[in-house]
């Protein structure tokens, strides 16, 4: 396996940190991947790892406000933003490959918006635990004061609030994603804002997806609702379309104890596609 990094300049001109894990040998395809809010593209090295041993490149870039790229932390001018940020990991994978779209969380829900949106060149895309509901239930009065100030201070940041033992069983992964110092849990008034509109409307205009489609959702996710993937299944326009509730597991189901699974599931689809 080779590892490189660097910096890739996004549209608007703000340094945004890649990196890429290539196999040994000729590549089958390239997975491009998006992670999720608060953490960074160096938490899946074990997942190229994986990918990398069936023969396939994996290319990821921190989003903005996150892991090692600019911006101010858990923060997105919009949600326009987010998918021009998309583009520009995109063209760092060659179009005489395969490619695939692969994202977790925030990342799962920006890429099925980018799917909607955007319809790039793209063999398939790859969604687990996408944001498209939270499980917490917002408070109207909330949802208001959000939209306001997300207009009149953008940046403004609190406390996620999120629990790391809610991401997976796996004490260890836990404790490293406790002690890692690029991990953060700040959300900006208009991401928060940007993040519930997207999957709102990536619900609203399911039909409009057509790619090939892998979507995975643990059946145990206190941070996303498998109920809104399971709907948006069930809408979208895909003919080469699959949905996996995994049982028993927790948020990352790539981190679980269960993950020699996922993965193997995951890149059996991805190499029958290339």
């Avoid at 940041?157 to 796996?170: C, I, K, Q, T």
């Avoid at 404790?175 to 700040?186: G, S, T």
Wanted: aromatic share 8%; hydrophobic share 40%; proline share 4%.
């Amino acid at each position: 396996m080779h590892h490189t990094q660097d910096y890739l300049t996004a549209s608007d001109g703000l340094s945004l940190f890649w990196q890429a894990w290539e196999p040994e040998g000729t590549a089958r395809g390239t997975v491009c991947l998006v992670h999720g809010l608060g953490e960074h593209s160096g938490r899946y090295a074990h997942v190229a790892a994986a990918f990398t041993a069936a023969g396939l490149s994996l290319h990821a870039i921190d989003l903005r406000g996150h892991g090692q790229s600019e911006g101010p932390r858990g923060h997105t001018p919009s949600l326009a933003q987010w998918l021009d940020d998309i583009d520009t990991l995109l063209k760092g994978a060659t179009l005489e490959l395969p490619r695939f779209l692969y994202g977790h969380s925030l990342g799962g829900l920006l890429i099925l918006s980018y799917g909607i949106h955007r319809r790039s060149q793209l063999t398939g895309i790859i969604s687990t635990g996408p944001v498209l509901r939270i499980s917490a239930e917002v408070p109207p009065l909330k949802a208001v004061l959000g939209k306001i100030l997300a207009g009149l201070w953008p940046t403004f940041s609190l406390r996620s609030g999120l629990v790391a033992a809610d991401l997976s069983r796996d004490q260890d992964v836990v404790q490293a994603y406790i002690d890692d110092p690029l991990v953060h849990d700040l959300v900006s008034s208009r991401l928060f804002v940007e993040m519930i509109a997207a999957g709102q409307d990536t619900l609203e205009k399911a039909a409009d997806f057509q790619l090939p489609v892998l979507l995975y959702h643990a059946q145990i996710d206190r941070l996303t609702d498998h109920t809104a993937t399971e709907e948006f299944y069930a809408k979208i326009g895909s003919v080469d379309k699959t949905l996996h509730i995994w049982p028993n597991l927790y948020h990352e189901v790539h981190n679980e104890p269960e993950k020699d699974q996922v993965l193997a599931e995951m890149i059996e689809w991805i190499i029958t596609r290339c």
